[in-house]
């Protein structure tokens, strides 16, 4: 059965390594790629390997990520991102319907 414990929160500094990471053109490319005999699923996995390292890297063994966990935040990420610049346009648009 797994562990069921909660991990350390996602700092600052290891949220920024992780956008930068995955929005990396080179890296972009494989990810958000379509498969193909050159791009399959083994190397897209390499490159979140890849990009787990590096975050891991930055913070304590107390935050040891997965590519799972690293894969939910990126998606969080994204979810949260069109959420504000949906707010963002609901606003502008409330605010010009006022002029």
């Known amino acids: ?27 972009w490319a494989v990810i958000r790629g379509k498969f193909s ?3 399959n699923v083994q190397k897209k996995q390499r490159v979140w390997e890849e990009i787990v390292e590096k975050v891991n890297a930055t913070c304590s063994s107390a ?16 979810s949260h991102t069109k959420k504000e610049e949906a707010n963002g346009y609901k606003r502008m648009i409330k605010h010009l319907r006022h002029i």
């Open 1 to 27: 059965m797994e562990d069921n414990f909660r991990k350390a929160n996602w700092t600052e500094e290891s949220i920024s390594i992780l956008v930068d990471l995955v929005t990396d053109p080179e890296r």
């Open 37 to 39: 005999q050159s791009l």
């Open 63 to 78: 935050c040891v990520r997965t590519v799972k966990d690293v894969k939910k935040k990126w998606q969080d990420i994204q």
